[in-house]
């Protein structure tokens, strides 16, 4: 069977606050108007569910499955909507009551759980503006690179500050990746200078394309960039969302991956 050609996805911006009801049903909202839109593959952002106080994000933990606030909610837009949902960060019981795992879950059209992937890289900065994160005293690390099947393309997950780390992303196409998923909630400081390089970095070394769906705005105790992506293999920025909430389409081409490949082949001259 020859792999499908084309691939409609739409790359979601939220704004998630700290009420879990109404970020939920946003979300569904957003999955529904992209699958009218054409989309068969959503991507939401890191935090989609809740961004507050840890406190309230440990008590909305729970395991990967039928039951719990979030994957329902979530399971359930998938189904109606009848398309792939890929949520980004959403809190998974750990071992840990105190950390939970900051997880990347994929959903199929009929609403199962196919693939999940536990954010590898916890964002512990103090950034030139004061601001201090220190994720991992919230959150536990995962340990393993996680790669999906969808309508037969092959597609990497990973969480935000991942995307500093290149090593993981040769990783996933060592494993067949030919697009990348980074969910992301960027700081405005560390946004305004680096988010756009980062991204079409990763798509350029490894000739994938990126999707990047983030946070935009003013949540609790944080600000973040916004300026949802989507990059194309050879670098290009292929879609934008604005500031606020909204979404960017693109189509992805097979076509287009395996010329740029083909013309400039630097995954086969790859010595280390």
């Given at each position: 069977m020859n792999p499908v050609e084309t691939l409609v996805v739409a790359a979601v911006q939220l704004s998630t606050q700290d009420d879990v009801a109404n970020n939920l049903s946003l979300a569904r909202s957003m999955v529904r108007d992209a699958a009218r839109r054409g989309a068969q593959l959503v991507v939401m952002p890191e935090n989609l569910a809740f961004m507050g106080p840890e406190g309230r994000k440990r008590e909305l933990a729970a395991p990967?499955?039928?039951?719990?606030?979030v994957f329902e909610s979530l399971s359930m837009a998938a189904s109606d909507a009848?398309?792939?949902?890929?949520?980004?960060?959403?809190?998974?019981?750990?071992?840990?009551?105190?950390?939970?795992?900051?997880?990347?879950?994929?959903?199929?059209p009929d609403g199962s759980l196919v693939a999940s992937y536990?954010?590898?890289?916890?964002?512990?900065?103090?950034?030139?503006?004061?601001?201090?994160?220190?994720?991992?005293?919230?959150?536990?690390?995962?340990?393993?690179?996680?790669?999906?099947?969808?309508?037969?393309?092959?597609?990497?997950?990973?969480?935000?500050?991942?995307?500093?780390?290149?090593?993981?992303?040769r990783r996933l196409v060592d494993q067949g990746a030919e697009v990348v998923v980074v969910p992301s909630a960027f700081t405005v400081t560390t946004g305004k200078d680096h988010w756009h390089v980062l991204m079409r970095a990763r798509a350029i070394e490894n000739q994938v394309y990126v999707i990047a769906p983030a946070q935009f705005g003013t949540h609790p105790k944080r600000t973040t960039y916004g300026k949802t992506i989507i990059v194309d293999p050879w670098g290009t920025v292929v879609a934008q969302c604005s500031d606020g909430v909204g979404m960017c389409l693109h189509t992805l081409d097979r076509s287009y991956l395996e010329q740029v490949r083909r013309s400039l082949p630097a995954l086969r001259h790859r010595r280390l």
């Amino acid at each position: 069977m020859n792999p499908v050609e084309t691939l409609v996805v739409a790359a979601v911006q939220l704004s998630t606050q700290d009420d879990v009801a109404n970020n939920l049903s946003l979300a569904r909202s957003m999955v529904r108007d992209a699958a009218r839109r054409g989309a068969q593959l959503v991507v939401m952002p890191e935090n989609l569910a809740f961004m507050g106080p840890e406190g309230r994000k440990r008590e909305l933990a729970a395991p990967l499955a039928p039951g719990s606030q979030v994957f329902e909610s979530l399971s359930m837009a998938a189904s109606d909507a009848e398309v792939w949902v890929i949520a980004g960060g959403i809190p998974e019981k750990s071992e840990d009551p105190n950390r939970p795992f900051n997880t990347c879950a994929v959903f199929a059209p009929d609403g199962s759980l196919v693939a999940s992937y536990r954010k590898i890289h916890l964002f512990d900065v103090d950034l030139s503006d004061g601001t201090r994160f220190a994720e991992t005293d919230a959150c536990s690390r995962g340990d393993a690179v996680a790669c999906v099947d969808i309508e037969g393309f092959r597609v990497g997950l990973s969480i935000c500050y991942d995307v500093r780390f290149p090593e993981l992303y040769r990783r996933l196409v060592d494993q067949g990746a030919e697009v990348v998923v980074v969910p992301s909630a960027f700081t405005v400081t560390t946004g305004k200078d680096h988010w756009h390089v980062l991204m079409r970095a990763r798509a350029i070394e490894n000739q994938v394309y990126v999707i990047a769906p983030a946070q935009f705005g003013t949540h609790p105790k944080r600000t973040t960039y916004g300026k949802t992506i989507i990059v194309d293999p050879w670098g290009t920025v292929v879609a934008q969302c604005s500031d606020g909430v909204g979404m960017c389409l693109h189509t992805l081409d097979r076509s287009y991956l395996e010329q740029v490949r083909r013309s400039l082949p630097a995954l086969r001259h790859r010595r280390l």
